[in-house]
């Protein structure tokens, strides 16, 4: 993590309504491009869960706190809600700060706001698009399609990545948990892309398994 920039999650609260405010806080005298993605997971009492995803570019000034975002959700008692912040920086797309908490209604009494453990950073059943061409998006639109019909959902998170290849080209790189899992090249023939999707979700279904650990990689 790069020094001088810190993300922070703050929240206030009233009444069972609750407000995530993300921030930048910039203690160097530098100026810093950054990206961010602020997740939200809330899962309820029956075990049903519903996520928000908000990102965006802002360049934050020498000794500035810049509010990024904020969101707004009504708790009950029983749910749970997980928030995450990523910061990015611009240039690299490298982690230069990250904040995370979870927060409890009923356990009000007991601290229900808590910090959450870099190993609880793995966001279950989230996909993240990442995509940039008609072709990327098109592919990510038939993999998201596919695996809502699943019964099953990953434990971890899903991001799909187009990243640039030969000429003017574009290759798809599908991260689990951060580690690339397939790669492909993109092709503007939706019938391939299709086919595509479908194989991703049958790596990750053979991933989900203890004993399976994969690398593929399609050419």
Do not use: C, W
């Not at 809330?42 to 969101?71: C, D, M, Y």
């Not at 749970?80 to 611009?90: A, D, M, Q």
């Not at 030969?166 to 993109?186: C, D, H, K, P, W």
Request: charged share 30%; glycine share 4%.
């Amino acid at each position: 993590m790069e020094k001088g920039l810190k993300a922070k999650i703050i929240t206030e609260s009233s009444d069972g309504l609750y407000n995530i405010i993300a921030t930048a806080e910039n203690q160097s005298d530098f100026h810093y491009p950054i990206n961010y993605i602020l997740l939200s997971i809330k899962r309820g009492a029956t075990g049903n869960t519903s996520s928000n995803k908000q990102e965006g570019k802002f360049v934050v000034k020498p000794k500035e706190t810049l509010k990024l975002s904020e969101v707004k959700t009504n708790l009950d008692k029983k749910d749970v809600l997980k928030v995450f912040l990523f910061i990015k920086n611009e240039e690299s797309d490298k982690i230069i700060s990250k904040d995370s908490l979870e927060i409890q209604p009923d356990k009000i009494a007991k601290n229900s706001t808590k910090a959450i453990s870099e190993n609880d950073i793995e966001l279950s059943g989230l996909t993240i698009d990442d995509t940039r061409s008609r072709n990327g998006k098109y592919y990510y639109d038939q993999f998201y399609m596919k695996y809502l019909q699943t019964d099953e959902k990953f434990p971890g998170t899903v991001k799909i990545v187009e990243i640039p290849g030969l000429g003017q080209s574009t290759r798809i790189s599908v991260m689990y948990n951060e580690q690339e899992i397939y790669l492909f090249n993109a092709s503007p023939d939706e019938e391939v892309m299709n086919q595509e999707a479908q194989t991703t979700l049958e790596i990750l279904k053979e991933m989900i398994l203890p004993k399976n650990e994969l690398l593929r990689s399609s050419t």
